[in-house]
């Protein structure tokens, strides 16, 4: 999978900034092998959510700076699944609909709004 090939992570910056090993980051994160770690640091897998919490925790940085892509990629899922929503819930006339493409417009303005990532796909 080519794109797959262009994510990136920045784990393995900041393991090797403060010396650890994989295996020792390993231990870190609470997974049994650094070949997990590798996979991590290669983005050739996503990271789970404890994963990149864990990361952001041990080395005091957000989850964007260690997985930048990992926001990129949520970022763009989620305002496909805004814009789904808001063209569902056109026409409906039910109680609350007008709250919730309220909402909805406003979450598409601030993702249309924010800086766009150098890392966007």
Do not use: C
């Amino acid at each position: 999978m080519k794109q797959q090939n262009r994510l990136i992570s920045r784990l393995r910056p900041f393991r090797r900034r403060w010396g650890f090993s994989q295996r020792e980051l390993a231990l870190l994160l609470g997974t049994s092998n650094h070949a997990s770690v590798s996979k991590l640091e290669a983005f050739k897998v996503r990271p789970s959510a404890n994963d990149a919490i864990a990361a952001a925790i041990i080395f005091d940085a957000s989850i964007v700076e260690v997985f930048p892509h990992l926001y990129a990629l949520n970022r763009q899922a989620v305002s496909d699944r805004a814009s789904r929503l808001y063209d569902e819930l056109q026409g409906s006339t039910h109680s609350g609909t007008r709250d919730k493409l309220d909402f909805l417009e406003r979450l598409l303005a601030r993702l249309s709004d924010e800086e766009p990532s150098p890392l966007t796909l």
